[in-house]
Every structure is written in structure tokens, then in C-alpha cells.
């Protein structure tokens, strides 16, 4: 992966075959083919280091400051879920991702662990949406 950041995994196989010079990848497609010594990771595009890799800068760190862009998931409930039921499963799902080998497990297959609170993860996904939209209206992406 000549850069290690998120995008489309199909498209590491072209990278590796050559084909493809340099690309933006996503992390759990590309690891194993970077510890491999396979692919280089010039830059990662979260705002903070990996501790899988630990030695790659961000993009912020080379230059471009205030990158930031993370591939991310979690898990929702349906609109009008009760709220005791919200934060049982939250309260279950954090515990888990904190234990060791769990994170170990993840860490090793490129995905950082990251648990928050329900008002936490909320606030991320409305700052998500602010921020895309942006690009997409500063990009002026238009559907057909």
C-alpha cells in the first residue's frame, strides 16, 4: 500500500501486483501485506499514530495538518429503542471492547477499538455527517 489509509480494499490486490503505484487503502486490507514488508505505509489518515503502526506518521505529521479521515463503525438500535436497553447494550458492548484479547484480536486485524458512551458515539456521528456534507458541498459532488 504505498499509503496506508482508508478507501476500497479491492483495490489492494492492484497494488500489490504493481499495477497501481500508490493508493489509499483501508488498514485491514493492507496490514498484513505491510508487516510482510509488501507494501509500504507512508501515512496513516487518522489524527493520531496506530499502535499497530507505531512508526508511520499521520498525514497531519507529514505536512497537510488537521487531516483526519478515519474509517469507523459501531453499532445503533432502531429509532425508539428504550433507552434502558441503549445503554445496557453499551455498557456490555464497552466492557468487551476493552478486554485484552479482544483488542489484540482487532489491533492485529488493523482496527483500532474505540469505546465511548451512547452520548459520545452520537455526538461523533452528527460531527461525521457535518464534516462529509461539507466536502461534499465544497467538492461540489452532484447527484445524477
Known amino acids: 500500500?504505498?499509503?496506508?489509509?482508508?478507501?476500497?480494499?479491492?483495490?489492494?490486490?492492484l497494488v500489490l501486483a504493481g499495477q497501481i503505484p500508490l493508493a489509499v487503502v483501508?488498514?485491514?486490507?493492507?496490514?498484513?501485506?505491510?508487516?510482510?514488508?509488501?507494501?509500504?505505509?507512508?501515512?496513516?489518515?487518522?489524527?493520531?499514530?496506530?499502535p499497530m503502526l507505531p512508526d508511520v506518521p499521520t498525514v497531519s505529521e507529514a505536512g497537510l495538518s488537521g487531516y483526519d479521515s478515519t474509517g469507523w463503525f459501531g453499532v445503533v438500535?432502531?429509532?425508539?429503542?428504550?433507552?434502558?436497553?441503549v445503554t445496557r447494550l453499551n455498557k456490555e458492548i464497552t466492557a468487551a471492547l476493552k478486554e485484552n484479547d479482544l483488542v489484540s484480536g482487532m489491533r492485529n486485524l488493523g482496527v483500532e477499538?474505540?469505546?465511548?458512551?451512547?452520548?459520545?458515539?452520537?455526538?461523533?456521528?452528527?460531527?461525521?455527517?457535518?464534516?462529509?456534507?461539507?466536502v461534499i458541498k465544497l467538492s461540489g459532488t452532484k447527484i445524477d
Open 1 to 13: 500500500m504505498p499509503v496506508c489509509f482508508w478507501i476500497n480494499s479491492n483495490i489492494t490486490p
Open 26 to 50: 483501508d488498514l485491514p486490507a493492507a496490514l498484513q501485506h505491510i508487516k510482510a514488508g509488501k507494501l509500504v505505509a507512508y501515512a496513516v489518515t487518522s489524527p493520531q499514530r496506530l
Open 77 to 85: 438500535a432502531p429509532a425508539g429503542t428504550p433507552a434502558a436497553v
Open 113 to 134: 477499538p474505540a469505546p465511548s458512551t451512547v452520548a459520545e458515539f452520537d455526538a461523533y456521528i452528527k460531527s461525521e455527517t457535518t464534516k462529509w456534507a461539507r
